[in-house]
């Protein structure tokens, strides 16, 4: 038995969930979502709540239905609170400027770097963070990740676009070559 997909999902007031066909289309005052209903899985509206269960006992259909209710419940608040990452830019000389539609990083490359920002994805930047916010978390979080990839923090200085709070693990740098007693 799926212990995350026996659990109910509440569906806050000013969100509307309806059932057509094989998709479930979720509405809210952030936007609007639709899921395709997964193979084996039932989902059923009752009191406010929405249901998952189990058509077929096989090992699949029981890892559909416990992906099912987290799909469902990401869209849910989703579409009524919304998501957020935040990223942290560490380097000297190292910023990140919105132009437009774009956001333009200077990351120490010989170029500054345009990364098109996706309809339903809201970027602010503020001094050396940059905050990305929406109501699909997967795109979201595939928002964040692409913008990391252009500069990661290297091990060495530390220094790149990181997730605020992530830890970096520091490697030592080279030794001098004089200092363990080389024969000179």
């Known amino acids: 038995m799926s212990k995350i997909g026996k659990k109910p999902i509440l569906i806050p007031q000013g969100v509307t969930v309806k059932i057509e066909n094989d998709e479930i289309h979720v509405q809210g005052k952030n936007g609007s979502l639709a899921l395709d209903i997964l193979p084996s899985v039932a989902v059923e509206i009752k009191d406010n709540q929405i249901f998952a269960s189990i058509v077929k006992g096989d090992k699949q259909s029981r890892a559909n239905w416990g992906t099912m209710r987290a799909l469902l419940k990401n869209a849910v ?22 132009d ?8 120490g490359f010989s170029h500054p770097v345009k990364y098109p ?8 930047v503020e001094k050396s963070f940059i905050k990305i916010s929406g109501f699909d978390k997967y795109l979201v979080g595939q928002v964040a990740a692409k913008i990391r990839a252009i500069k990661k923090p290297e091990p060495y200085l530390g220094k ?16 001098a070559a004089g200092a363990t007693g080389a024969a000179a």
């Open 100 to 107: 437009g539609n774009n956001l333009v990083l200077s990351v």
């Open 117 to 124: 920002i996706p309809e339903g994805i809201k970027v602010v």
């Open 160 to 175: 790149g676009i990181r997730y605020k709070g992530e830890v970096v693990v520091r490697k030592e740098g080279k030794k």
């Open 77 to 98: 608040d989703g579409v009524d609170a919304g998501f957020f990452k935040e990223l942290e830019i560490q380097g000297i000389g190292f910023r990140a400027t919105m």
